[in-house]
């Protein structure tokens, strides 16, 4: 927590929280506050079909849609409005949280208009991205991805094996991720549906490898070039 609050979320009955937002329920709760500022100060959230309200009919939390992903604000306690611009492809442009309604408003304003993510940052400061953002947004996630994963120490066990699986052409293509200490590579790090190779070691210093086309077939396998094989025969099969 800092001096200026939580980014904890506060419910739509917490009293505190009531106090603290008394301003944004007498304009209606969160979306149509935001939406009434920008009329005053002139700035542009979409047209009337594009503001699609709350995500529910709570009151502290809106939407907004950009060409970009959808853009979430919550409401923190201790008045702080925290906003996310999402991608849809699940990663998160940029997100930060300030006391200041008004800078909610040109966040989203500007992010609308196609700032990119420097410009952002630059002129609001409290809006945070990190280098697989920047990379997404360069163009070029898959290697930058690559590159962050290698060089992480949190993942030092699996570091020859991250590196001999991107010594090969066509595995390097993949997008490389963690999730509950399983490295998965993604076909396509755009699109979800497109299908997995899952990698986890196993208990006799192997490794256990899956497609996620078929989740039952694992394969324990104990050399690296073997793993190299399989994954590139589960990869033509995706």
């Known amino acids: 927590m800092d001096n200026f609050g939580s980014n904890e979320p506060i419910g739509s009955s917490d009293e505190s929280g009531i106090r603290d937002y ?33 995500v529910s009919r709570e009151w502290n939390v809106a939407k907004f849609s950009s060409s970009r992903g959808n853009m979430r604000i919550n409401l923190g306690r201790g008045r702080r409005f925290a906003v996310n611009l999402d991608s849809g492809w699940g990663h998160v442009w940029a997100s930060g949280s300030t006391s200041n309604i ?39 996630p898959v290697e930058t991805q690559w590159d962050i994963l290698i060089g992480d120490d949190e993942f030092i066990t699996y570091r020859n094996l991250l590196l001999r699986l991107h010594d090969n052409s066509n595995l390097r293509k993949m997008f490389p991720f963690f999730s509950h200490w399983k490295l998965r590579m993604a076909k396509d790090c755009y699109d979800a549906q497109a299908g997995e190779i899952i990698i986890r070691p196993s208990g006799s210093e192997g490794y256990i490898v899956w497609a996620s086309s078929a989740p039952m077939q694992k394969i324990e396998i104990h050399r690296l070039d073997d793993l190299i094989d399989v994954a590139n025969a589960m990869l033509r099969g995706l």
Not at 22 to 48: M, T
Not at 121 to 131: A, E, L, V, W, Y
């Open 22 to 54: 008394s301003d944004v329920i007498s304009r209606g709760g969160l979306h149509d506050a935001l939406v009434s500022i920008a009329n005053e100060v002139q700035v542009d959230l979409g047209d009337a079909d594009d503001r699609t309200g709350s």
């Open 102 to 140: 008004v800078e909610v408003v040109e966040v989203l304003a500007l992010w609308r208009r196609g700032a990119r993510l420097k410009e952002l940052g630059n002129r609001f400061p409290f809006m945070k991205f990190d280098r697989l953002s920047q990379a997404y947004e360069d163009g070029n």
